[in-house]
């Protein structure tokens, strides 16, 4: 009996071993990827000053998932707050005193939203930058004037706190920050032409990678909570069939309800609400055109 007492000490003793040694590395090992420095070539916009520009900046911060983190004020607001310890807080982006974007110049901010990394070049974690590396000049360029634009706040509202199973499936190299995902290579995009609606389409699904994965295949988001459900496959199949035209995918864009009116858990729906008719017909055109059919 006592010989079986020993062995189930010494096991509990070598499985507390192996968890806190898993622990230490998860939180060594994160906090070295966190900072390290990554080392880009940033190419500068011109920040636009013209109203039609302004507006067109406004509409994409409402329309591009902006708000979902950093609040229609850009203050930042909590967006996951889970019981397991995930907490993420977006930060306060406006000028204001207390804000990391209120030193920024125009570099730091391309730097920032196409590369996801901050005016020291460390990665920024829980930043969809691989939804806007692709956004044309003109287009980052009005985005960033409108921010900047934006009443100051006096407060920096961020704050991240990562569970440790978080920090080593990050460690690990399985959860990536946008920094990993990104060909810092590529150049911008090109404006699209006025008439051609499935490279209009194809341009706003960038915004949907950061979830929905590349292909847009769907599947489970790394890192998130346990409780959400995984991302949806936009390739036309069984969840894409529900929305046959331009108007059912635009309510349900709106309301976050699918045709049968169960409610869509996880979605940014205080952006996808503002988008417009013009700009949700084409995402939905381009989607059909998707190669590959759903499971």
Known sequence: MKKIVKIGIGVAAGLAVL?????????????????????IDVRPVSLPEDAVALERGRYLYATRGCTDCHGRDGAGKVFIDDPNGLHVKG?????????????????????????????????????PSEDYTRMTDADLGALI????ALPPVTDDRREIRLPLPVRFVYAAGILKDAAEKIDHSLPPAQPVAG??????GAYVANMCQGCHGEGLRGGKIPGT????????????????????????????LRSGKRPDGSAIKVMPFDSLQEMSDAEIAALLAYLKTLPGKAG
């Open 19 to 39: 968890v806190g040694g898993a622990a230490l590395y998860a939180q060594l090992a994160s906090e070295r990827k966190l900072h390290r420095i990554v080392s």
């Open 91 to 127: 930060p306060n982006i406006t000028l204001g005193q207390g804000s990391p974007t209120a030193a920024y110049a125009p570099a730091d901010w391309v730097r920032a939203i196409r590369h996801g990394l901050n005016r020291n070049g460390q990665p920024l974690l829980i930043m």
């Open 145 to 148: 004037a409108y921010v900047r």
């Open 195 to 200: 008439d051609d609606v499935i490279a209009q």
């Open 225 to 252: 909570p346990p409780d959400w459900p995984a991302a949806a496959d936009l390739r036309p199949g069984p969840v894409m069939a529900r929305y046959t035209t331009p108007e059912s995918f635009a309510a349900m």
